[in-house]
């Protein structure tokens, strides 16, 4: 079984900014700029964001995190790398997210991704996420599919 490691990481810190920028890339070979909502690693070093790393036998394989809003947090940057893939990581990344968001009193989660990331979505939906309508700054997108669950 392998160790699988979560907790609060610095997204400036060398292999963060790797699977930051190979997130960005993936997401730009689906979609037009204009389509991606990434936040940058200055935003994800705002006090309003929680940022999460993932170590897979000491080794850096995923990233993801929350920004709270004043009534909901909105899940960001969830990257797993491509070698890491298919063994729950995903899973146990979100749990931790939802957690973290949880124990500070929120009580739904939101998020926005793609419909060209079948994974993604199925993900999603299997923790429990259901569709919903645009939210906060997003407008209606025919790339974009917007979710929500109550923690």
């Known amino acids: 079984m392998s160790t699988v490691l979560i907790k609060r990481a610095d997204p400036r810190a060398a292999?963060?900014?790797?699977?930051?920028?190979?997130?960005?890339?993936?997401?730009?070979?689906?979609?037009?700029?204009?389509?991606?909502?990434?936040?940058?690693?200055?935003?994800?070093?705002?006090?309003?964001?929680?940022?999460?790393?993932?170590?897979?036998?000491?080794?850096?394989?995923?990233?993801?995190?929350?920004?709270?809003?004043?009534?909901?947090?909105?899940?960001?940057?969830?990257?797993i790398d491509l070698t890491a893939r298919g063994q729950g990581i995903s899973k146990k990344l979100m749990a931790v997210i939802e957690d973290e968001a949880r124990a500070l009193g929120f009580k739904t989660a939101r998020l926005e991704t793609g419909i060209h990331q079948p994974e993604a979505l199925g993900l999603y939906?299997?923790?429990?996420?259901?569709?919903?309508?645009?939210?906060?700054?997003?407008?209606?997108?025919p790339l974009s599919v917007f979710m929500e669950k109550m923690l």
């Open 15 to 79: 292999a963060f900014r790797v699977l930051l920028q190979a997130s960005d890339d993936y997401a730009a070979s689906l979609y037009p700029a204009e389509s991606n909502h990434m936040l940058d690693i200055e935003t994800l070093l705002r006090p309003q964001m929680n940022f999460f790393g993932v170590w897979l036998e000491g080794a850096p394989v995923a990233c993801g995190g929350f920004w709270a809003h004043d009534d909901y947090v909105e899940v960001k940057r969830v990257f």
């Open 125 to 141: 939906r299997a923790i429990g996420y259901m569709e919903r309508t645009p939210f906060g700054d997003y407008k209606l997108d």
